[in-house]
């Protein structure tokens, strides 16, 4: 047979009958690739937990999935089919109630065993379908938000909350009854509704704050522009290159990014320890097999791209590995090359459990393998698919073996691939256009034609258009995916709702925030002991024209911050950065350029500014200053191109400033309002839209803009001496003079 669609029940499984039945621990990742775990090679992360697992069991060098997306991926696991078995040609990515009657943890319940389930779902059943009837104990535990308030008002992280439950069900384990246990981790997938670089995007468990900040991350082994230019134009305007530009795309967002990620893998680390431990403690760790894998791969900026989606063994390729602790010496800490799959594990499990495979499986056990070696009759093709999310994801199916892997993308005029896997690992080059490869092409073309046929048969034609995500080369990043009215804004307050905003604090009654009367509205009652923000998740912010009408209270002040970076080592709603203030009593404040647990005041009200490559800031030039009554709408505008910022309040001019500090300044950063420590206030923020400019804009030289010897200082802030005079930029010390 061409493609290996009903697994015959292992020998091992009927011998396993009279012996104790094994515990199984599944521990299932999301979106992870196999380069982010020590024991397949990265020398930075770490993982000493898993690299554990690995050490006392065997690791899969080539484990992949079937379908690289997070409910395909897990209803396969969950039902032993592939995407185009369990459902329909009309609607493949629902599965069908026959092929869901039976999970495979019903299986294993046949056969005495207690199942638990915790952790993220996100398979798309039959409305008919019900969790809880096919596990002991399940609960669903999901991202959004992956911080979860808990009875006592702290927050905790949602792989924390999985594995508490994991090991509460261990706890409660009946003696001599074997378990299986479900650990489904929504970490490392991003908040995709937060695209705030770090801790927005990426989450990670509070007590990993600052771990991997001291290290540069390479970058994209792949990531090589002319990469992403050989695509084809149909996989350059996908939502794999839409969330390139949320997260991959400038370099400052990347060792963001990349180093949250990795402490959300070092979380999961951590978090498997703890229930390791547990497991012990229990008396059960010698009994109970361990596995972990991912649902899918992830691209991290190689290609160009982001999510997975597409037929590259950045988005197949997992890790997979597996540690049953009863087996000898000899059979624990070793590799495999065998072609493994998602697909595999059901069948597994039920081999473990000493069951009967059911016929309709399409996987086979790999205890074999575990337990010995890849048997001789072991696979040596696998078959590969996308169809989900068709109208934006370029579908495709094709076959992977040793030496070549053939896709065609069947709704893009069966556009086809064909890459050399032996001297073309990196897939740089698709030979199908080779006509010395014609004979390899078409002998693979028709073994997938016949594959497709047995799995259930081609789908069903598009049904609607294909839309693009993005272009390949947006002008602004920050306008992809964004609705953009006529004259080239986007509105970030709805009038309605903080849709949209984020302003999640450590302070379980730090709830500063609502809407009034068509406002974003903040309220403090002058307690504040630290200033609180709520921040714009939609987007990063690089040059932009922001237009919103401000209200604040008489004693009241604001800002707003902008190019921010968000600082959850001083609290998760903590914003530093650029800001404009809103000041209701003090004009010389209104509307000054300052920079939050930065370099502070760069300019006050009414000073053109040019902040020397030292980062000292030099008054240039002046404009009137004008009082703005409090308690009263006023019109802010910020807009700033390059390193160019300027603020205006009502129409008149408030802040100029020049920003030549190459180390101290920000190209790029967060949007957010604060409400701040003093007297009691309300701040009231509307029609709040920006305009995003292009990326590109150049940015000022210190040889164009040279600051006048008499140029004076400006005023710190803080108490000054009474003696204090305002530095002169020709009298500066020489060594700055100098530089």
Known sequence: MLFVLIAVTNVLAEDSKDAKQPNIVFFFTDDQTTSTLGCYGNGQIQTPNIDAIAARGTRFENAFVSQSICWVSRTTILTGLTGRSYGTAANPEFARADAVETLYTDVLRDNGYRTGY????????????????????????????????????????????????????????????????????????????????????????????????????????????????????????????????????????????????????????????????????????????????????????????????????????????????????????????????????????????????????????????????????????????????????????????????????????????????????????????????????????????????????????????????????????????????????????????????????DSPDADYWSVEDGAMTGKTDGSLKMNHFITWEQSTVQNFDLRVKVKVTAGGNSGLQYRGTSRSDMGLDVVTGYQCDVVADNPNYNGMLYEEKGRRILSHTGQKVIVDVDGSPWIVGDFPVKSFEADQWHDYRVLVEGNHHRHWIDGHPTADLIDLDVNGRSLEGVLAVQVHVGPAMKIQYKDFMIKHLPDDLPLMQAADHPISDDAVGVKPQGKLPKNWTPPIYGERLPTAAAN
């Open 118 to 505: 915790f952790g993220k779902w996100h398979a798309k059943m039959p409305k008919e379908f019900q969790r809880e009837d096919h596990f002991d104990e399940v609960e669903v535990i999901g991202r959004n938000p992956y911080y979860k308030r808990q009875a006592d008002g702290t927050l905790r992280h949602e792989t924390d909350v999985i594995v508490d439950r994991g090991i509460d069900f261990v706890k409660s384990q009946p003696k001599d009854k074997p378990f299986a246990l479900n650990m489904w981790f929504n970490a490392c997938h991003a908040e995709d509704s937060d695209r705030r670089p770090g801790i927005g995007h990426f989450p990670w468990p509070r007590e990993l704050d600052g771990m991997y900040d001291d290290i540069t991350i390479p970058s994209p082994r792949l990531g090589d522009p002319a990469i992403f230019e050989a695509l084809p134009d149909f996989l350059k305007t996908t939502i794999n290159r839409e969330r390139f530009f949320w997260r991959w795309n400038t370099d400052a967002k990347y060792q963001t990014n990349m180093r949250a990620y990795y402490r959300m893998v070092t979380g999961i680390d951590r978090a498997i320890g703890r229930f390791m431990d547990a497991l012990d403690e229990a008396g059960l760790a010698e009994n109970t097999i361990v596995v972990y894998t991912a649902d899918n791969g992830y691209y991290m900026g190689n290609r160009g791209l982001a999510g997975k989606w597409s037929h590259y063994e950045e988005a197949l390729r997992v890790p997979m590995i597996i540690a049953d602790p009863r087996l000898p010496a000899s059979q624990q800490g070793k590799t495999t090359d065998a072609m493994a799959l998602n697909l595999d594990l059901p069948s597994t499990f039920v081999d473990w459990a000493g069951g009967e495979i059911p016929n309709r499986y399409q996987g086979r056990s790999l205890r074999p393998i575990v337990e010995d070696a890849k048997p001789t009759d072991w696979r040596s093709e696998t078959f590969h698919e996308h169809f989900a999310v068709r109208n934006r994801i370029p579908a495709f199916e094709g076959l992977r073996n040793e030496k070549y892997k053939y896709v065609r993308y069947f709704d893009d005029g069966n556009h086809e691939f064909l890459h050399d896997l032996v001297n073309d690992p990196d897939e740089l080059v698709n030979l199908a256009p080779d006509p010395d490869h014609a004979e390899t092409l078409t002998a693979m073309r028709n073994r997938t034609t016949a594959v497709v046929a047995e799995l259930g048969g081609p789908l069903d034609p598009l049904a609607d258009p294909f839309t693009d995500s993005t272009v390949p080369h947006p002008e602004a990043a920050a306008n992809v995916g964004a609705k953009v009215d006529k004259d080239g804004f986007v509105r970030i307050f709805d009038g309605k709702s903080l849709r949209g905003w984020t302003s999640l604090s």
